[in-house]
């Protein structure tokens, strides 16, 4: 199965390049960079890190997704958008972890649904998404004069906040209690907020070092609070998790699938 890496020289990008290199049946298509970018033309397994891979860094997305049987997505919403177009344009499989997108950027992801297997998550940790399950089991257990807060750190790089998983942490506790995340959030209080809502589902965001990816939900209720929580110690699991997805993305019929789908949750 051939995998392409589009924002291969990123943070994740270099780690997906090893997580391809590493999965058994998993050959390197290639991989890209917006055009300009200081690493064009370098030898993708280098950039990793590894042996030579005899592929090279490319600004043409376009001849990737001809090339691959899937593409792996961790780049910017406005690239992410776009490489969901041609996704739909050529059917390839598509991983998209990319987070922070707007309306109009996740509206063409799930357009291109319609013609290609897209697997889309906020976090492609099997951990994470077992921590999803008992997010929202708990929130519907636990009466609603818990007080539901979402904390989450990252490293001082990361530019979207809360993270994507902070998120979709909130969306299962709100799915829990039977309720519309929208409809319950706050996602920052500063200065007289006032007293706190019972229902709200709050958010706090750290940022700092070199933090991977902590997230805990808390359940604050009368004379007790539970706190569960999940801390991501290298970016490895994401991808892993990412490429699992890409080679079960490639026996899936079109339509837009989670990673809950990937693992058969
Ligand atoms: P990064 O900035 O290190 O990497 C992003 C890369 O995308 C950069 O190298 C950038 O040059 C490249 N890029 C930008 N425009 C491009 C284009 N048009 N074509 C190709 N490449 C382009 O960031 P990162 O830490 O690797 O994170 C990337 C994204 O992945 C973020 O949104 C982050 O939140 C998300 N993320 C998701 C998960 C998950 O499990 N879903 C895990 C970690 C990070």
Redesign the pocket.
């Known amino acids: 199965m051939k995998i392409g890496i ?2 291969a ?5 270099r780690m997906l390049i090893a997580a391809v290199d590493a999965a058994d049946g998993a050959v390197l298509a290639g991989g ?3 055009a300009g ?1 200081p690493d064009m033309g370098k030898d993708l397994g280098e950039l990793a890190g590894l042996d030579t891979a005899g592929v090279v860094l490319s600004s043409d ?1 376009k001849a990737l997704f001809a090339a691959a049987d899937a593409i792996i997505d ?3 919403p ?2 992410t958008a ?1 490489h969901a177009a041609l996704a739909g344009e050529t059917g390839t499989v598509l991983v998209v ?4 997108m707007d309306d109009a950027q996740q509206g063409a992801v799930t357009a291109a649904a319609d013609k290609a297997a897209i697997i889309q ?5 099997v951990g994470v998404n077992v921590l999803l399950g008992l997010v929202e089991k708990a929130a519907g257990i636990l009466p609603d004069a818990y007080d539901i807060e979402v904390l989450e750190m990252h490293h001082h ?2 530019v ?1 906040a809360p ?3 902070a998120l979709a942490l909130g969306q299962a506790a709100a799915a829990g209690r039977g309720a519309n995340l929208d409809d319950v959030a706050c996602k920052a209080r500063d200065g007289i907020v006032g007293a706190r809502p019972r229902g709200e589902i709050g958010f706090a965001t750290l940022r700092g070092g070199d933090v991977v ?1 902590d997230h805990t939900v808390m359940y604050a209720g009368p004379g007790e609070r539970v706190e569960i929580t999940h801390k991501a110690s290298s ?1 490895e699991v ?1 991808a892993n ?2 490429v699992r997805a890409a080679v079960w993305g490639c026996s899936q019929k079109p339509g837009l699938y989670s990673m809950k789908d990937v693992l058969g949750f």
Not at 9 to 13: D, L
């Open positions: 589009v924002g020289a990123g943070r994740m990008g890209t960079e917006a970018h997305p961790f780049t910017v406005t690239a776009a972890g990319t987070t922070g998550a906020a976090n492609f940790s790089h990361k979207d993270s994507g998983t990816g970016r994401f998790g990412a």
